[in-house]
């Protein structure tokens, strides 16, 4: 069984205080810590392959993930919808991808599940776990998340769709039509802005004119919730009540975390140039990883048996994901412009 599903039923007494104020069992805080793990340990392969030849692209996840597990574990795997972005390694990974899913992307193997090695590497998208593919103009997957929330309420599905995007993403405007449509129809919409302060090397004063993006909720009526990015617990608190009022008929919620991007823009880009070494010094203060880890120590759920346990498994998939991608065969290139014009039969 998920261990999700057993997510309300914490038994009185026999979790840590710490998991029963969320409403989370200690077996929950366990495995939202290991897909933070994990999801950094792809990513710094995808770099080492990257700097070794092996792979093209890699747009990094690193510094996002905590809210990523956060926001997207309060959603209900196989029945609700994610409509991610470029660095939502770790939200794909909650919502059911695998490390495999994760690397065969970067390869482009025939087999990737996102795209058979069609789309850019970062372009996560899985039909199997209701995770739409991502396009690449930024923003643009708001509209069909909204869409997707429409067709929910319209056959009465019961079902959530959450999209996610960075601060600099959010000033486009399919935003802003779609916010007011899905707030006017009061639609199951969660919109999570990552606001790592950065758009490539523009710097968040200088895209957004407010000091928080949430602070534009309340121009469609809806709530707008900025919470710490590097506190999953508080993450998941914040998309916990917005799937309730998704699923009460309450309308959308805008969840702001603030988060730090600990890599470049891309691996085409080099942030020393515009960052100063002070300043990516302190942002190291706002990880997830290590704070949710010391959370989870100080709790006693976390156990060096546990730790061990866990570091040995990821060590492992890491690995396995790794040699299973190189394996795999490239797409057939008579295959390239399938899905992207209809197949017609060549007249007589
Ligand atoms: C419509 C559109 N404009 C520009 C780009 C090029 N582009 C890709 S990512 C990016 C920066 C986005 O910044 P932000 O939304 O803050 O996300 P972050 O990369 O910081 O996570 C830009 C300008 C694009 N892909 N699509
Ligand atoms: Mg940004």
Known sequence: MDSRSTSSRT???RESRLAADVGLSDADLIEMYRLVVLARAIDERMWVLNRAGLIPFVISGQGHEGAQVGTAWALEKGKDWIAPFYRSIATCL?????????????????????????????????????????SSPVATQLLHAVGIALAAKIRKTGQVAMTSMGEGSSNQGDVHEGLNFAAI?????????ENNGYAISVP??????VADVADRASGYGIPGVVVDGSDVLACYAAARDAVARAR?????TLIEAKVTRLTGHSSDDQQTKYRSAEELAAER?????PRFREQLRDAGVLTDEIEERLEAKIAALVEDATEYAEAQPDPDPAGATRYVYADVEEPG
């Open 11 to 13: 038994l009185p007494g």
């Open 94 to 134: 909650t919502f059911g991808m695998s490390a495999r899913d994760i690397m065969t992307a970067q390869y482009a193997t025939a087999n990737d599940p996102s795209s058979g090695g069609r789309q850019m590497p970062g372009h996560y998208g899985s039909h199997e776990h209701n995770i739409l593919s991502v």
């Open 185 to 193: 129809h009061k639609l199951p919409f969660i919109f999570v802005v």
């Open 204 to 209: 968040a004063a200088m895209e957004v004119s």
């Open 248 to 252: 009460a008929g309450e309308g959308p």
């Open 285 to 289: 203060g706002h990880d997830a990883l």
